[in-house]
């Protein structure tokens, strides 16, 4: 198995724009999580999904911060529009289920000018 | 609420142990996990325990824990340079659904 994908690998933009971050879980596992990681804060969860369906998004800073998941295989977390402090890395993790050890994307390293 | 300490930085020399502490408040965590990471890089799983374990053992990684005290260990045997990183310590709840992760101990191997 490919492990967990994530695209892109590094990301530059400029304040206001939109910006979309996407991952591949494992094949065949049913959860599937958003962490940020900064030098400030350490690694947050921001949301993470069960079965496709978020199951707790309280991690997700404000408004401008999305994710979805059409399906098994793909997830999206969107910030629009971005702001300097979104500055991070962000990590897609997928596990077979909730509480079961979750395998780590390589992160996008996100820079917002 | 849910907390994992660990301490932020450790410094030993190449070929002595190392051991990174770690403790945790949920009582009710089925498993405990190290993952490493190295520069520019993602968490890799280095190794987990099931909570009714005191210990387990994978060639130079040795887990302990003490579940009366929620404290875990991770002692690394001849510590090489390639040890080098960030250590976190994470535990999970199956009520929870997801892992709460410490603040990750920097190791530093000096030659």
């Known amino acids: 198995d490919a492990g967990v994908i994530q695209s892109p690998r590094h990301e530059v933009t400029e304040m206001g724009q939109e910006v979309t971050l996407r991952c591949k879980p494992i094949s065949g596992h049913n959860s599937l999580f958003w962490y940020r990681q900064t030098m400030m804060r350490g690694l947050e969860l921001l949301i993470y999904?069960?079965?496709?369906?978020?199951?707790?998004d309280s991690g997700m800073p404000e408004d401008r911060f999305s994710a979805k998941m059409p399906n098994a295989s793909f997830s999206t977390l969107k910030i629009q529009p971005s702001e300097p402090r979104d500055s991070a890395v962000y990590f897609c993790?997928?596990?077979?289920?909730?509480?079961?050890?979750?395998?780590f994307g390589p992160g996008t390293r996100l820079l917002v000018l | 609420g849910e907390d994992v300490e660990q301490s932020l930085f450790l410094s030993v020399r190449e070929g002595d142990s190392s051991v990174i502490n770690c403790t945790y408040t949920d009582s009710s965590s089925t498993y405990l996990y190290w993952y490493k990471q190295e520069p520019g890089a993602g968490l890799q799983l280095l190794t987990y325990?099931?909570?009714?374990?005191d210990m387990k053992q994978d060639q130079r990684l040795t887990v302990l824990l003490n579940k009366k005290d929620k404290h875990l260990s991770l002692r690394i045997a001849d510590t090489q340079t390639g040890d080098s990183a960030i250590y976190f310590c994470?535990?999970?709840?199956?009520?929870?659904?997801?892992?709460?992760f410490g603040k990750g101990t920097k190791l530093s191997v000096k030659p």
């Open positions: 325990i099931f909570s009714n374990m």
């Open positions: 993790a997928s596990s077979l289920g909730t509480g079961e050890t979750q395998y």
């Open positions: 999904f069960n079965n496709n369906v978020p199951i707790d």
């Open positions: 994470a535990e999970s709840s199956r009520s929870q659904g997801n892992l709460i």
